[in-house]
């Protein structure tokens, strides 16, 4: 049962623009949400999160948008450098701090 | 700061062997770890939730007698896969979280298992 999903396998964005990655969340009490990259045979590195009591968390080049109502959080890169090529994961908690996590999001940012 | 070790991370064994994989919290206290498996183009799932000093906690359809965990210290989990399958492998992921990041988790670089 995916709690936390994930709906696009895959995004390539132009160098410079930006890059908007979606996430969806059935559970209710997920009160914390988290997105994470992963480059190839490497374990996933912390980006950014967002409490539930909040609707926008900005650093530097990423911003997590979070609606409540719509169960829907999305992550904003924005400029999307080559760097940025990976495989991003969305992760939301119930305060049990166990994660559940989205099947990820390939992001290819083109030259 | 908040640098998750994991070791070996790549190892191949023969069917039937057991393997253990350490993870290790190198510069804070890790009240809590977890530990994951990812197959290919797939979500990371986790196995198992465990604190230091007590029995680790299993998710549902996670054999315990399979997956030994053992949390004996604040800066060190292991994972043993007992009598290895080819089934059994994967990409192995543990994190850690400490008193001061109870909501996040920082994960290590993973142990890629390959049981022939």
């Known amino acids: 049962d995916q709690q936390v999903k994930q709906n696009s396998p895959s995004l390539s964005v132009q160098e410079g623009r930006i890059s908007i990655l979606n996430c969806d969340y059935t559970?209710?009490?997920?009160?914390?949400f988290l997105w994470y990259k992963k480059y190839p045979a490497e374990g996933p590195t912390f980006l950014i999160s967002?409490?539930?009591?909040?609707d926008k968390n900005e650093d530097g080049r990423f911003t997590v948008f979070l609606n409540k109502s719509a169960k829907h959080l999305s992550l904003h890169i924005v400029p999307s450098q080559p760097g940025d090529s990976a495989v991003y994961f969305c992760?939301?908690?119930?305060?049990?701090?166990?994660?559940?996590f989205g099947a990820g999001t390939t992001v290819t940012v083109r030259a | 700061g908040a640098v998750v070790s994991q070791h070996p991370s790549r190892v191949i064994c023969k069917s039937g062997t057991s393997v253990k994989i350490e993870c290790r919290s190198l510069?804070?206290?890790?009240?809590?770890m977890f530990w994951y498996r990812q197959f290919p183009k797939k979500s990371l799932m986790l196995m198992a939730t465990?604190?230091?000093?007590?029995?680790?906690?299993?998710e549902q359809g996670v054999e315990k007698d399979k997956f030994l965990i053992n949390h004996a210290s604040l800066t060190l989990s292991t994972l043993t896969v007992t009598s290895a399958h080819p089934e059994d492998s994967s990409f192995y992921i543990c994190?850690?979280?400490?008193?001061?990041?109870?909501?996040?988790?920082?994960f290590g670089p993973g142990t890629r298992l390959t049981v022939l």
């Open positions: 967002i409490s539930s009591i909040k």
């Open positions: 510069d804070f206290q890790a009240t809590t």
């Open positions: 465990s604190n230091e000093g007590s029995k680790a906690t299993y």
């Open positions: 559970n209710s009490m997920f009160d914390y």
């Open positions: 994190s850690a979280s400490g008193r001061a990041s109870y909501n996040e988790q920082f």
């Open positions: 992760a939301a908690s119930a305060n049990d701090y166990k994660l559940s």
